[in-house]
């Protein structure tokens, strides 16, 4: 297995890795979404949780894109 560059911030629902996603580039941050049921649909596969997803972030950048994801929960309870 090869060592990546990249840590997983966050896994969950669609609607909130869009809205992580997008709170994330707006502070110059480049995620890296991975959605495993589609790309089992594109396969021909079925899928196993449909909507779900995960986000990476550079190990770098971490820190900062953390922040921003406790952010985004706050936001979300409010």
Not at 2 to 17: A, E, K, M, P, R
Not at 63 to 68: G, T, V
């Amino acid at each position: 297995m090869t060592d990546s560059n990249y840590t997983q911030l966050f896994s969950g629902n669609f609607i909130v890795v869009q809205m992580l996603k997008d709170r994330l580039e707006s502070a110059g941050i480049s995620p890296v979404i991975k959605d495993e049921s589609e790309s089992g649909r594109l396969a021909g596969f079925g899928a196993s949780i449909q909507g779900f997803q995960e986000l990476y972030v550079s190990k770098e950048e971490f820190l900062k894109a953390n922040a921003i994801l406790k952010e985004v929960n706050e936001d979300l309870k409010a």
